[in-house]
């Protein structure tokens, strides 16, 4: 099977000329958005998605521009269209994506909605456990380092494909994407100037042997890519709202 993504935007928080980085998986039937910025509701509309054709959303950690425009979806979900699809949701954040996140603007007694699970039916993905999302499409939670003390998290996705969100550089967990599980991609958030306090750097990737690169997708970028063109070893740049294919 081949699992078909575009990425509704690749900039990173404070990009101005780029959409939050959230992405759109489909594959074999199943359509899954992972991470809702403040700018997905916008971008999905521009993009032509039917919102009544997302069966899932998978939330990797509470910052805005990875959970900012969920509000608004699950609204549109709920009350437009009669919805109640899947939140996937590492077992960290389960009650801080509705204590800390939603809550405030979703809870809505007089309506009957009061909790997470009367909007969403609610997936918990343990960590570093396969789950089947549907038949054929399974995903898997590593937690990984970002803020200190706030959980978040990266995927593997059909194993084959990494998936980075947010993080700090960690070469051991790339050399187990590439070495141990067998990824032959890792789509992989990338800030162009040091220090990495919480992102990954340009030049830390660089640091990788050529082998690793050559499966990077840079993504979760600033506004000035174009000066590093050319200058990313082998790794390419995802450019968001484009089709891309992964056997």
Known sequence: ?????????????FANHFDNNNALFEENGFTLLVDCGI???????????????IDAI????????????????TFRMKFQLGKRPRLIVPE?????????TLRGGLEYPEAGVTKLTDYYEVTVLKNRVPAELAPGFTIEALPTRHIPGKPSYSLVIQDKL???????????????MVYGRSCRYLLHECQFTPPGIVHTTLE???????????????????????SYIGHTGTMR??????????D
């Not at 099977?1 to 928080?13: E, I, K, S």
């Not at 509701?41 to 919102?51: I, K, N």
């Not at 998978?58 to 979806?73: K, W």
């Not at 990494?162 to 070469?171: H, I, K, L, Q, T």
């Open 92 to 100: 960290e954040l389960e009650a801080p994506i509705w204590e800390h």
């Open 204 to 226: 830390e990737l660089l640091t990788l042997p050529q082998e690793m690169q050559k499966a990077i997708y840079l993504m979760h970028y600033e506004d000035d890519i174009e």
């Open 162 to 176: 990494f998936y980075s969100a947010d993080m700090v550089f960690d070469r051991a967990l790339l050399e187990e």
């Open 39 to 53: 700018t997905a509701p916008r971008a999905l509309h521009e993009m032509g998605v039917d919102l009544g054709k």
């Open 58 to 73: 998978l939330i990797s950690h509470l910052h805005t521009d990875h959970v900012g425009g969920l509000e608004e979806l």
């Open 1 to 13: 099977m081949t699992l078909n993504l575009r990425m509704l935007g690749t900039g990173g928080a």
């Open 237 to 246: 740049f995802l450019r968001q709202r484009v089709p891309y294919e992964f």
